[in-house]
Nanobody, 125 residues
Framework: QVQLVESGGGLVQAGGSLRLSCAAS????????MGWFRQAPGKERDFVAA?????????TYADSVKGRFTISRDNAKITVYLQMNSLKPEDTAVYYC?????????????????WGQGTQVTVSS
């Protein structure tokens, strides 16, 4: 069982930055690939980024955030981060952290086993 708690969301102007954190519980954090998803009002939840379980793990990004967002993890702190730069109003959404057992990261929502409660990110124009 893994519990995930996101933090770091808020209101920011377009062009600004935020860093989201996802603190995980459990002793087997290093066994999980971690991902970030987001859901805008009235839309489906979409993949944002993922990082494989190994230290310095491989990363995958949605095309819409490539070059602006960076996912990272600190296995010692049992935390995964999403650094978001050059934010745009279309980045406004609830951001969710998710955990998937195994080495291979995934862009598919249904392949993730555990989810956080989400944190709101609002980007004003």
């Amino acid at each position: 069982q893994v519990q995930l708690v996101e933090s770091g969301g808020g209101l920011v102007q377009a062009g600004g930055s935020l860093r989201l954190s996802c603190a995980a519980s459990g002793r087997t954090f290093t066994g999980y690939t971690m991902g970030w998803f987001r859901q805008a009002p009235g839309k489906e939840r979409d993949f944002v980024a993922a990082i494989s379980r190994s230290a310095g793990g491989s990363t995958t990004y949605a095309d819409s955030v490539k070059g602006r967002f960076t996912i990272s993890r600190d296995n010692a702190k049992i935390t995964v981060y999403l650094q978001m730069n050059s934010l745009k109003p279309e980045d406004t959404a609830v951001y969710y952290c998710a955990a998937r057992w195994g080495e291979i990261s995934s862009m598919r929502e249904y392949e993730y086993d555990y989810w956080g409660q989400g944190t709101q990110v609002t980007v004003s124009s």
